[in-house]
């Protein structure tokens, strides 16, 4: 996870009452009538995860495909892992197609109530209502459901009787399109108010430790990610709950649209690969075969682009609202030049304090812009950022100077809510 931002995170999650609503572990809604009609039936069945590092751990969804499965043995059930660590629906939506949609999904679990506890409620209604209508448009006959985990303040948020923000708005779309959401924290939160259970702590190891803890359980190591055989296992015994009121219900017939809940959702956002791009001679497409890099992330991404050399430009044009890249932070990277419709260049680092690693990430170049035609030009900078200098923020330190000494850029797609404007780029 993006530990810069989950510091963030932590601060931020406000106590919100959900208006007209009662404070409940699941909302069965419109159900998933369509995904327990394939699973009784015994056909093959495909349930994707889309979530960040809660999700991507060895927990809830791993627990939920094997529950799946002993439920419905007749069933082929398989499994589509969208997750990743440290992103929210602002990646979520790009990458939805890519990740989920390609592979076919009878069933969308989606986990970002976490990740997108920093981002505004208006935000989040963008993103979320993109993904939903992006998933009907491509198969109105996949279901969705919502599912919330929680972190840091979040927890006293729940015992006070309340939702926090990003719940909040995450609900406002659930009840537009009657998804069922399902919320694992609520009996978290009840277990901790009743002091059963610790919610960030070392799981006892001595006889004396277990005996000191009695029937308490510890939830996680770090109020964030939960322990598999404690933490999310409670997880998975909430969506079980869930399956059981949701189950029920058999409203078939595909998913409908309707009227959007906000008009400047994100329905239009893709991932583009950036081939499609000009771009400059000291690119190199990189291969799994040989770069490690590749074989890492090349699931996540369209592609994997290299180039180092000061002045190494990708160029392109497009119509719409916004645009980005989606690229990997590491020990090696530099900055990138931000050039958008010939405004002056923003310098933009690809280096933050965590790059002892490369990690997924994104350089988003303009948003809320007019739906109008724009250019982007982006190069690299001559200069690199004061790496030691940064590092110092977080108390790391260059280890090996040959693993930090460059200005590389790692770019993986163009990240687009509008359409692609063919052509030789604007100067």
């Not at 510091?7 to 919100?16: D, Q, S, Y």
């Not at 779309?173 to 960030?200: C, Q």
């Amino acid at each position: 996870m993006n530990y810069l931002r989950l510091a963030h995170l932590l601060t931020v999650f406000l106590a919100v009452p959900l208006a007209g609503a009662e404070l409940a572990e699941c909302i069965p809604r419109g159900g998933l009538p369509h995904v327990f009609a394939k699973l009784s039936r015994g056909d093959t069945v495909r349930i994707a995860y889309l979530g960040g590092s809660i999700t991507a751990q060895d927990g809830w969804r791993p627990k939920t495909l094997r529950w799946f499965r002993d439920q419905f043995p007749a069933a082929k059930v398989e499994e589509i892992n969208a997750a990743i660590g440290g992103t929210g629906s602002d990646l979520g939506v790009f990458r939805l197609q890519h990740d989920v949609l390609a592979g076919g999904p009878d069933l969308v679990f989606v986990e970002f109530a976490v990740n997108d506890g920093g981002a505004s409620p208006e935000q989040i209604h963008r993103c979320m209502e993109g993904i939903v209508r992006q998933t009907w448009r491509a198969n109105p006959a996949t279901d969705i459901c919502y599912v919330y985990t929680l972190a840091g303040g979040m927890l006293d948020t729940l015992k006070a009787g309340h939702l926090p923000t990003s719940q909040v708005a995450m609900e406002q779309i659930a009840e537009h399109y009657h998804i069922p959401s399902i919320n694992l924290g609520v009996e978290v939160a009840r277990l901790e108010k009743a002091g059963r259970l610790v919610f960030k702590g070392e799981q006892p190891k001595t006889d004396s430790e277990k005996a000191a803890m009695g029937d308490r359980i510890v939830f996680s190591p770090d109020s964030v990610h939960p322990y598999p055989e404690s933490g999310h296992q409670l997880y998975l015994e909430a969506i079980v709950r869930g399956m059981g009121l949701i189950r029920p219900l058999d409203q078939r017939g595909p998913h409908a649209l309707g009227e959007p809940f906000t008009t400047d959702n994100l329905e239009a956002a893709k991932l583009l690969s950036l081939d499609r791009a000009r771009l400059g001679s000291g690119w190199t497409k990189l291969a799994a075969a040989t770069n490690r890099l590749v074989r890492s992330f090349g699931s996540r991404l369209p592609g994997l682009w290299r180039a180092n050399q000061p002045g190494d430009a990708i160029e392109f044009r497009f119509k719409g609202t916004a645009v980005g890249i989606y690229d990997l932070l590491g020990p090696d990277c530099g900055q990138v030049n931000v050039i958008l419709d010939g405004a002056p260049a923003v310098i933009r680092p690809r280096f933050d304090a965590y790059c002892t690693y490369h990690r997924l990430a994104t350089l988003m170049v303009g948003q809320n812009l007019s739906n109008t035609t724009h250019s982007v030009r982006l190069t690299i900078h001559p200069e690199q950022p004061d790496k030691a200098a940064i590092l110092r923020q977080r108390n790391e330190k260059i280890d090996d100077p040959k693993r930090f000494d460059d200005r590389a850029w790692y770019a993986g797609g163009i990240l687009l809510v509008g359409e692609w404007v063919e052509g030789e780029p604007a100067r």
